[in-house]
């Protein structure tokens, strides 16, 4: 067995830890959380499982790296903190910890990371022995390794197109949906995720990821972006009111340029409510799902639709990314240490894990 620690116990966080405790290989070894509510709960029910796993959550991190776990899940968030982010990352690898997080976007790709965030992995990874595996949370299967595996049945290729249309209304992220990406602000506030190069600093890496899957050179990364506003005021089920006038929908799209012509797309649909932009692609019911469309001979296209925690899509589509970070862990641990990417890990089976549930 491998044990494994998960740093986190938000919506990322509580998702692979149902994953460790249901996986044949790994055995979860310690949970770090950050808000003092949390510590001395038990990971089941941090989890929101309905059984105890024995495993009380914990603030000392020093301790828990001392333990040398062999795997750690950094769930932690590092949307507006990713220098502590890498820190706590860091200080995991050099413990000799085989880490798998999504908290880290400046390195989806390594290969063109910005010497600041690469050169202190590899540091740590040579004085630690441990590795770094980074896969996003949109998820990144979605824009990396699916892609790839169904433009193997095209028989030409004219556009790879990743979409993420979603539904925030039963969404539990306030700080994220209203400040982070602006829904409910005035039109003329400018949400961080949306600011010029902020989709290519996030989504740039996924996008030069599928350029070197697919063998072909990139001649620059653009971004397109576009709000609406609300027609009518709205309330959430968990986060309040939005009101009219107010933005009520994105559309932006990270295209990697190829010969002059968008070739590479990952674009994301989000709303605050269904009525919004209605014109905009939407799910094919539902609350959410996730697509992927090759144009080409023939033109492919395939939606996912996950759900997990009494049905909410947007908690599937965090269990996925989960599990293809929880699912690499094996893998890791058997293969040299070092930085990997998606192109690199394998999307591993479900070995094992036929019909059986969490102990």
Same mark, same amino acid.
């Given at each position: 067995?491998?044990?494994?620690?998960?740093?986190?116990?938000?919506?990322? =966080?509580?998702?692979?830890?149902?994953?460790?405790?249901?996986?044949?290989?790994?055995?979860?070894?310690?949970?770090?959380?950050?808000?003092?509510?949390?510590?001395?709960?038990?990971?089941?029910?941090?989890?929101?499982?309905?059984?105890?796993?024995?495993?009380?959550?914990?603030?000392?991190?020093?301790?828990?790296?001392?333990?040398?776990?062999?795997?750690?899940?950094?769930?932690?968030?590092?949307?507006?903190?990713?220098?502590?982010?890498?820190?706590?990352?860091?200080?995991?690898?050099?413990?000799?910890?085989?880490?798998?997080?999504?908290?880290?976007?400046?390195?989806?790709?390594?290969?063109?990371?910005?010497?600041?965030?690469?050169?202190?992995?590899?540091?740590?990874?040579?004085?630690?022995?441990?590795?770094?595996?980074?896969?996003?949370?949109?998820?990144?299967? =979605?824009?990396?390794?699916?892609?790839?595996?169904?433009?193997?049945?095209?028989?030409?290729?004219?556009?790879?197109?990743?979409?993420?249309?979603?539904?925030?209304?039963?969404?539990?992220?306030?700080?994220?949906?209203?400040?982070?990406?602006?829904?409910?602000?005035?039109?003329?506030?400018?949400?961080?995720?949306?600011?010029?190069?902020?989709?290519?600093?996030?989504?740039?890496?996924?996008? @030069?990821?599928?350029?070197?899957?697919?063998?072909? /050179?990139?001649?620059?990364?653009?971004?397109?972006?576009?709000?609406?506003?609300?027609?009518?005021?709205?309330?959430?089920? @968990?986060?309040?009111?939005?009101?009219?006038?107010?933005?009520?929908?994105?559309?932006?799209?990270?295209?990697?340029?190829? /010969?002059?012509?968008?070739?590479?797309?990952?674009?994301?649909?989000?709303?605050?409510?269904?009525?919004?932009? @209605?014109?905009?692609?939407?799910?094919?019911? =539902?609350?959410?799902?996730?697509?992927?469309?090759?144009?080409?001979?023939?033109?492919?296209?395939?939606?996912?639709?996950?759900?997990?925690?009494?049905?909410?899509?947007?908690?599937?589509?965090?269990?996925?990314?989960?599990?293809?970070?929880?699912?690499?862990?094996?893998?890791?641990?058997?293969?040299?240490?070092?930085?990997?990417?998606?192109?690199?890990?394998?999307?591993?089976?479900?070995? =094992?894990?036929?019909?059986?549930?969490?102990?």
């Amino acid at each position: 067995m491998i044990p494994t620690v998960v740093w986190g116990t938000g919506n990322m =966080g509580r998702a692979a830890i149902r994953a460790i405790a249901a996986h044949p290989e790994l055995e979860l070894a310690g949970v770090l959380v950050h808000n003092p509510d949390k510590v001395g709960r038990d990971a089941g029910s941090l989890a929101g499982l309905d059984y105890e796993l024995g495993i009380a959550a914990t603030a000392d991190i020093d301790g828990t790296l001392a333990a040398r776990p062999r795997a750690l899940v950094y769930a932690a968030s590092g949307d507006i903190r990713p220098d502590d982010a890498l820190a706590d990352i860091v200080k995991a690898i050099a413990a000799g910890a085989v880490v798998v997080t999504p908290a880290l976007y400046a390195l989806y790709d390594p290969r063109g990371a910005a010497p600041e965030f690469r050169q202190p992995v590899l540091d740590a990874i040579a004085a630690g022995g441990g590795s770094l595996f980074v896969s996003g949370v949109d998820p990144g299967w =979605g824009n990396d390794v699916l892609p790839l595996l169904i433009s193997g049945l095209a028989g030409t290729v004219d556009v790879v197109r990743c979409q993420e249309i979603f539904d925030y209304t039963t969404y539990d992220q306030p700080d994220s949906v209203r400040w982070l990406v602006g829904m409910g602000q005035p039109m003329e506030y400018e949400p961080p995720m949306l600011a010029p190069t902020v989709p290519t600093m996030v989504w740039g890496g996924q996008v @030069r990821l599928l350029a070197r899957g697919l063998g072909v /050179e990139l001649d620059e990364i653009r971004e397109t972006v576009d709000r609406r506003a609300l027609d009518a005021t709205v309330t959430t089920e @968990r986060m309040g009111d939005f009101e009219a006038g107010t933005q009520g929908a994105i559309r932006f799209e990270v295209q990697g340029i190829v /010969e002059g012509e968008p070739r590479i797309i990952i674009e994301h649909v989000t709303r605050i409510h269904p009525d919004c932009a @209605r014109d905009w692609p939407l799910p094919p019911d =539902g609350d959410g799902a996730h697509r992927v469309i090759i144009e080409g001979r023939p033109r492919i296209e395939v939606s996912i639709e996950a759900t997990d925690e009494g049905g909410n899509r947007s908690a599937g589509g965090n269990a996925t990314a989960a599990g293809r970070l929880v699912n690499a862990i094996s893998w890791l641990t058997q293969a040299e240490p070092g930085l990997y990417d998606a192109l690199d890990v394998p999307l591993t089976p479900a070995v =094992g894990k036929l019909g059986r549930k969490n102990p």
